[in-house]
């Protein structure tokens, strides 16, 4: 699993206007048309693999949050608490492809409180960072007004983008596909992030990080409760940490595959053919596994 933050960190979200893509140099994603979302939530799933040469479109930023991590004073740690539920593949993937339910967690507003249910895909480079991509939807407390959204984040940037032309709502169910691009034999290679809807695949970011065209690869549903500064003033940590929580209903995941190579096969996310560690539950949140590793879900526990 991979922290957005750790006990000596804390971040701040900054708004920053974006008036739409953020492309490398000969990035071929960059001439892909934009996409007009106009349809509700697709009910039917993908019919075939994304492509960036056919029926594809780029999809539109409304908002990035630049996350900025500045040290807290010595011997104060983040009242906060985190959890994370789900599985994180032992070996390396070039492709997580899935399908992710859609729910109203009870997040706070005018906190740092969030929700997200999303795909990852990261590498450990040592001295204790992480690189990484993920992609999902997600509900956070310092903006959005209380609503689900489709995001990205990516440690290029250190950003969430957000994408608020695809309204989703509690019930809905989206398609989220992570992949790599071909083993370029340089440090950084390209990975992209895909949202299946209507009848065609929108590319949601394609970044250039340090991974090869494999690396491990995540599903998780994450929850991050804010102590609210102030409202526990007093209370010891532990107690903090204890009351910082809220609701999250079940949240589930299903059809969840992995690709062995760019462009190879996807295969199902199994307990016997994918090796995987799991977060099955911490502060009143539990993972329910109908099946290991392709169909569960996880929320509040009961």
């Given at each position: 699993m991979t922290l957005r933050w750790l006990p000596r960190i804390a971040l701040v979200a900054v708004l920053i206007a974006t008036s739409g893509w953020t492309a490398f140099n000969d990035d071929p994603a960059a001439?892909?048309?934009?996409?007009?979302?106009?349809?509700?939530?697709?009910?039917?799933?993908?019919?075939?693999?994304?492509?960036?040469?056919?029926?594809?479109?780029?999809?539109?930023?409304?908002?990035?949050?630049?996350?900025?991590?500045?040290?807290?004073?010595?011997?104060?740690?983040?009242?906060?608490?985190?959890?994370?539920?789900?599985?994180?593949?032992?070996?390396?993937?070039?492709?997580?492809?899935?399908?992710?339910?859609?729910?109203?967690?009870?997040?706070?507003?005018?906190?740092?409180?969030?929700?997200?249910?999303r795909f990852m895909a990261r590498r450990d480079a040592g001295d204790g960072h992480t690189t990484w991509l993920e992609a999902g939807w997600a509900e956070t407390g310092w903006s959005g007004g209380g609503r689900q959204r489709i995001y990205t984040y990516d440690t290029n940037r250190n950003s969430w983008t957000f994408f608020e032309d695809y309204k989703i709502h509690s019930g809905d169910q989206i398609w989220i596909y992570l992949e790599s691009g071909p083993d370029s034999g340089q440090l950084a290679n390209e990975w992209r992030a895909w949202l299946w809807w209507g009848d065609k695949w929108?590319?949601?970011?394609?970044?250039r990080l340090p991974l090869t065209s494999s690396a491990q690869v995540e599903q998780y549903v994450e929850v991050y409760a804010d102590a609210k500064p102030g409202s526990l003033s007093g209370e010891p940590p532990e107690v903090q940490s204890a009351l910082a929580s809220y609701?999250?209903?079940?949240?589930?995941?299903?059809?969840?595959?992995?690709?062995?190579?760019?462009?190879?096969?996807?295969?199902?996310?199994?307990?016997?053919?994918?090796?995987?560690?799991?977060?099955?539950?911490?502060?009143?949140?539990?993972?329910?596994?109908?099946?290991?590793?392709?169909?569960?879900?996880?929320?509040?526990?009961?």
């Open positions: 001439r892909l048309p934009l996409c007009r979302p106009g349809q509700p939530a697709p009910d039917s799933p993908p019919t075939e693999p994304p492509s960036l040469t056919r029926d594809a479109c780029r999809a539109r930023p409304t908002s990035v949050q630049h996350v900025r991590a500045t040290p807290l004073p010595a011997g104060l740690r983040s009242p906060g608490s985190y959890s994370h539920l789900g599985a994180t593949s032992a070996g390396p993937w070039s492709g997580v492809l899935g399908r992710i339910g859609v729910r109203d967690p009870a997040v706070r507003k005018d906190t740092l409180d969030f929700t997200a249910a929108h590319l949601l970011a394609s970044q609701s999250v209903p079940p949240i589930a995941f299903d059809n969840v595959q992995v690709k062995s190579a760019p462009g190879g096969q996807a295969q199902f996310w199994r307990a016997d053919s994918v090796p995987s560690t799991t977060g099955d539950g911490s502060a009143g949140y539990c993972v329910d596994w109908a099946t290991r590793f392709d169909t569960w879900s996880a929320g509040d526990c009961g």
